[in-house]
């Protein structure tokens, strides 16, 4: 089973991108959602996440009051909304799911314990 991320493209600084994250072959109601990137050189980052159970959401500093994570249960789909894009965001960005605890209110913001990946989407921001 794998996620698939798209939405990533080139953009001018300040400008906006959505990423969606597809999860064909299972149910993602029942799962957390993180979005994750990785620049070249970098480790990978975790940058937000949204929680199953009750739909808390998690933002990293680096992206908190620009970016913006949501799901749509129905179409089996989480977003990432991407605002006021910088040059220092340029990465490869990452969606991951793992299946919450129904008593498992918030999701968690590092990258261990998500169990299915998207194999990503560059975006890159020009100056």
């Known amino acids: 089973v794998q996620l698939q991320a798209s939405g990533g493209g080139l953009v001018q600084i300040g400008g906006s991108l959505r990423l969606s994250c597809v999860a064909p072959?299972?149910?993602?109601?029942?799962?957390?959602v993180g979005w994750f990137r990785q620049a070249p050189g970098k480790e990978r980052e975790g940058v937000s996440c949204?929680?199953?159970?009750?739909?808390?959401?998690y933002y990293s500093d680096s992206v908190k009051g620009r970016f913006g994570i949501a799901r749509d249960n129905d179409k089996n789909t989480a977003y990432l909304q991407l605002n006021s894009l910088r040059v220092e965001d340029t990465a490869v960005y990452y969606c991951?799911?793992?299946?919450?605890?129904?008593?498992?209110?918030?999701?968690?913001?590092?990258?261990?314990?998500?169990?299915?990946w998207g194999r990503g989407t560059q975006v890159t921001v020009s100056s």
């Open positions: 991951a799911a793992y299946r919450q605890r129904r008593d498992e209110r918030h999701c968690m913001p590092g990258d261990e314990g998500y169990d299915y």
């Open positions: 072959g299972f149910t993602l109601r029942y799962y957390a």
């Open positions: 949204i929680s199953s159970t009750d739909g808390t959401k």
